[in-house]
């Protein structure tokens, strides 16, 4: 569990943005992919660098991404950059769900129970509507949470709650709020 959640404030450009978050959150990142890696290992026999090879291999992912989000793209390859691990690592580590959905059909492995996040919603009367979410992640990310402060061009900024090392969990980059 998070004692004392983190800020980190981060501007520029995604890659320097990316760059920023890498280099600040380096030990949690480190920690993080650790953790996750060796799950990866236990399920699959491939050790962190083979698995995301094999991941990214069997997909389209990164065609797809610089198509329609070029930026967020940029802004993974700052973070890997900054935190000294490689672009294919910490790409498959921000595709939480898509990882895991992988990582199902490759170990062939039948999922008991049911491991979801929850969602609710509520249209007021004035018809404007209330959305939540809540993220039910692994706890290889327990005690790397952090609160992302970007300031975008203009004077927008965003929060952005996640794991170190993510760039988002959910679409939490969507609008920003004037501060």
Known sequence: MTEGLR???????????????GEQLRP???????????RIERATGL???????????????????ES????????????????????EVMLAYQLIDEEWWYRSSVTRAKRT????????????????????QNM?????Y??????????TEGDLEKLVFTPAGIIATTASRLPAFQA
Not at 8 to 21: K, M, N, Q, T
Not at 68 to 87: D, K, N, Y
Not at 113 to 132: F, M, R
């Open 47 to 65: 050790r962190g660098q083979a698995y995301a090879a094999s991941f990214l291999a069997a997909t389209d992912f990164i065609p797809t991404i």
């Open 113 to 132: 129970g049911v491991e979801a996040c929850s969602a609710v919603g509520v249209l007021k009367g004035d018809g404007t509507s209330i959305v939540a």
């Open 142 to 151: 327990d005690g790397t949470q952090v609160v992302l402060r970007i300031k």
């Open 28 to 38: 949690d990142i480190e920690r993080g992919v650790s953790a996750w890696s060796d």
């Open 7 to 21: 800020v980190v404030e981060l501007s520029g450009s995604s890659l320097e943005a990316g760059r920023a978050h």
């Open 68 to 87: 329609f989000t070029p930026s967020l793209l940029e802004e993974v390859r700052g973070i890997a950059e900054g935190a000294g691990q490689s672009f």
């Open 136 to 140: 039910d992640l692994p706890s290889y």
